[in-house]
């Protein structure tokens, strides 16, 4: 049996333009996917641009990439909070599937 993780990953390459920049992008996903997450970051970075008087690359992509960070840990957080909600239901569904079943 061959281990797939050893198997070269085909990838896909394309040219995407954030904040004026053209950059060479290469991933596992589907150009589409790569050429969606190049549009979350441009839109991100020109709505920080759009309210910082002086243009400073760099500074507008370190709080583009610190909001998308945020967005990220707030989804993660949601979805944890979400699971414990999922297991504390399980556990009383399964607590009078049992109750129902010894009757």
Do not use: W
Request: aromatic letters at 2%.
């Amino acid at each position: 049996m061959r281990d797939k993780s050893m198997e070269p990953r085909s990838t896909t390459s394309v040219d995407v333009e954030i904040f004026g920049s053209v950059y060479h992008v290469r991933g596992e996903q589907d150009r589409e996917y790569l050429l969606k997450l190049a549009d979350i970051v441009n839109t991100k970075m020109r709505e920080i641009g759009d309210h910082m008087p002086v243009v400073d690359t760099g500074k507008i992509a370190i709080l583009a990439a610190l909001n998308l960070a945020d967005e990220l840990l707030q989804c993660n957080q949601q979805q944890e909070g979400e699971r414990v909600e999922i297991m504390e239901k399980v556990n009383e569904l399964t607590g009078e599937l049992s109750a129902a079943l010894e009757t």
